[in-house]
């Protein structure tokens, strides 16, 4: 398995608190991504990261932001939970932009 | 409207019950198909990447296929453990990235 590790697995939260997700990989992979899945949808692209401080959005970016300041972490907040944020949000990483996408366990997030 | 269409959403196979599914795109540009397996509580898990028309790759029970417009999945005499869901995502250019859309899936199960 790849090496990227998600946390927590499973959180609880607020409306209206902030939230944030962690992702590490011990890969040293270039690209990292934040994706979303939900029944009906599928995965749906939050943001991603192509290098240490650069980062882009994805198709369903508002509400959410990231960070990245080292290779190995790729951090995503949620500003002001909503409970329409409700959902598993998964992690991914790739070597080169052209490179398949391998995935951690994801993180469940429940916005009550 | 979606980029990416798979059918059909949910298939029940008999085991040895051979079937395909299907991954069916309108982007323009194609530079790889990406076909991937997410057991349940898990991410997505890296199957097969397919570049050009006429491309096939094969793992155990599983033959992926490329053409201009669609991919299939053929599995071959199934087991109950190659019950998942199965997801495709296509990379072409959009805003000057090759980052991978996602289609919503095709559960399978197989019973024995």
């Known amino acids: 398995d790849a090496g990227i590790t998600q946390s927590p697995r499973h959180k609880v939260t607020e409306t209206g608190t902030p939230v944030t997700l962690r992702c590490h990989q011990t890969?040293?992979?270039?690209?990292m991504y934040w994706y979303r899945q939900d029944p009906g949808h599928g995965l749906r692209l939050i943001h991603y990261?192509?290098?240490?401080?650069?980062?882009d959005k994805g198709e369903v970016s508002d509400g959410y932001s990231v960070s990245r300041s080292k290779t190995e972490d790729f951090l995503l907040t949620l500003e002001s939970a909503t409970s329409s944020q409700t959902s598993v949000y998964f992690c991914a990483i790739s070597e080169s932009e052209g490179s398949p996408l391998h995935f951690g366990n994801g993180t469940r997030l429940t916005v009550t | 409207e979606d980029q990416v269409t798979q059918s059909p959403e949910a298939l029940r196979l008999q085991e040895g019950e051979s079937s395909s599914l299907n991954c069916s795109y309108t982007v323009s540009g194609l530079r790889g198909l990406f076909w991937y397996r997410q057991d349940p509580g898990k991410g997505p898990e890296f199957l097969f990447t397919?570049?050009?028309a006429g491309e096939e790759k094969e793992k155990e029970r599983l033959k992926a296929t490329l053409t201009k417009k669609e991919s299939f999945l053929h599995i071959t005499a199934p087991k109950p453990e190659d019950s998942a869901t199965y997801l495709c995502?296509?990379?072409?250019?959009?805003?000057?990235?090759?980052?991978?859309?996602f289609g919503r899936g095709t559960s399978l199960i197989v019973h024995p």
């Open positions: 397919l570049y050009s």
């Open positions: 995502a296509v990379q072409a250019p959009t805003g000057g990235s090759y980052i991978p859309t």
């Open positions: 890969e040293n992979h270039r690209y």
């Open positions: 990261s192509y290098g240490v401080k650069d980062t």
